[in-house]
T-cell receptor, first 113, second 109 residues
Framework: IAGITQAPTSQILAAGRRMTLRCTQDMRHNAMYWYRQDLGLGLRLIHYSNTAGTTGKGEVPDGYSVSRANTDDFPLTLASAVPSQTSVYFC????????????FGPGTRLTVL | GQNIDQPTEMTATEGAIVQINCTYQTSGFNGLFWYQQHAGEAPTFLSYNVLDGLEEKGRFSSFLSRSKGYSYLLLKELQMKDSASYLCALTDSNYQLIWGAGTKLIIKP
């Protein structure tokens, strides 16, 4: 793989179900991010990780959790999905927290019914 | 707090020039990015300004005035493939990106 990948590409999910969105990068970037993008709104940061083993909360963290066990992977989990979590989710990475030109994955389109 | 404003939508003609403005208010500033996002795709990096002035990169240029809280993206010799949304994002004091809602640019033949 080259760059940053996300899986699945799209998903329809029943409310109340648990779901993990996967994100993997092969650029050895230290920092990774999860955003959601909704029509008419800018990208909103959900959670971030400045380096493996650490995570932080962004602007809209409620209902989401992340882990960063290694440099490459940064999964996002919805413990009990709700319809308001219907959105397009983008994972991104940057070389470091300070060198923060961010590279984005292709996105996951999630629909919660 | 932080706030970023950009026009929701603009229309321009193929071959022409268009300027997309971005104004911001922030308590901390470490640079400003412009990204391009085609419909259904991920954002891709266009430019980064940390100092005042104009940065030119081919048909695209980006300008920053930190004292005025203002930036613009200038696109020259517009092509149909430039139809996309253009996202302004500033880097705050914690090096997190704060994103504007984006400007949808429509190019007409």
């Amino acid at each position: 793989i080259a760059g940053i990948t996300q899986a699945p590409t799209s998903q329809i999910l029943a409310a109340g179900r648990r779901m993990t969105l996967r994100c993997t990068q092969d650029m050895r970037h230290n920092a990774m991010y999860w955003y959601r993008q909704d029509l008419g709104l800018g990208l909103r940061l959900i959670h971030y990780s400045n380096t493996a083993g650490t995570t932080g909360k962004g602007e809209v963290p409620d209902g989401y959790s992340v882990s960063r066990a290694n440099t490459d992977d940064f999964p996002l989990t919805l413990a009990s999905a709700v319809p308001s979590q219907t959105s397009v989710y983008f994972c991104a990475s940057s070389a470091t927290q300070e060198r923060n030109e961010q590279f984005f994955g292709p996105g996951t389109r999630l629909t919660v019914l | 707090g932080q706030n970023i404003d950009q026009p929701t939508e603009m229309t321009a003609t193929e071959g022409a020039i268009v300027q997309i403005n971005c104004t911001y208010q922030t308590s901390g500033f470490n640079g400003l990015f412009w990204y391009q996002q085609h419909a259904g795709e991920a954002p891709t990096f266009l430019s980064y300004n940390v100092l005042d002035g104009l940065e030119e990169k081919g048909r695209f240029s980006s300008f920053l005035s930190r004292s005025k809280g203002y930036s613009y993206l200038l696109l020259k010799e517009l092509q149909m493939k430039d139809s996309a949304s253009y996202l302004c994002a500033l880097t705050d004091s914690n090096y997190q990106l704060i994103w504007g809602a984006g400007t949808k640019l429509i190019i007409k033949p």
